[in-house]
């Protein structure tokens, strides 16, 4: 009888809810690199407008393998029902970490041109394009941000390996 009440009524709450963060917040990705090499470092930039009220307490990143290279060197693009997650177990985006934990807040890193945020520095371990996305989530879980996505076309090393 007990559950469904609660079913009902919803979960029982402490005081109220935690606000929502406000106006649209829009998050923008930039890679300073279109392309690199395997072993190459790139970087990858989370930026939100200057001023923005929201406090972020977790930033996630997913990565989804598009297209592959073959023993030449040639691209090939994957369709769409082929496309593959990369786990974050992997160690293709080592440096680029699957989730990050700001229990105090998220602190910006950069400042550029009206904007806020901060980077992560990554080298990428194995030859595909990659779609590279980041979500951002409002402390208290009462909101997410992600931004567009951003590809990444890692080339095999020179000479094909």
Do not use: C
């Amino acid at each position: 009888m007990l559950v469904a009440l609660v079913a009902l009524v919803g979960p029982f709450t402490h005081g109220k809810p935690p606000a929502p963060p406000g106006p649209a917040v829009e998050l923008e990705l930039r890679l300073d690199k279109a392309a690199v090499r395997v072993g190459d470092k790139a970087r990858l930039r989370e930026l939100v407008p200057q001023g923005t009220k929201a406090e972020f307490g977790i930033v996630r990143h997913e990565v989804v393998r598009i297209g592959t290279f073959d023993g030449r060197g040639r691209l090939t693009n994957l369709k769409p029902a082929d496309y593959e997650p990369v786990d974050d177990q992997s160690g293709l985006f080592e440096d680029l970490p699957h989730s990050t934990h700001h229990f105090h807040g998220l602190v910006y890193t950069v400042q550029e041109g009206g904007l806020q945020g901060i980077e992560f520095t990554f080298t990428p371990d194995g030859p595909g394009v990659y779609l590279l996305t980041a979500t951002w989530v409002v402390r208290g879980g009462v909101g997410t941000v992600t931004g567009p996505p951003v590809v990444l076309t890692v080339r095999p090393k020179a000479g094909g390996k």
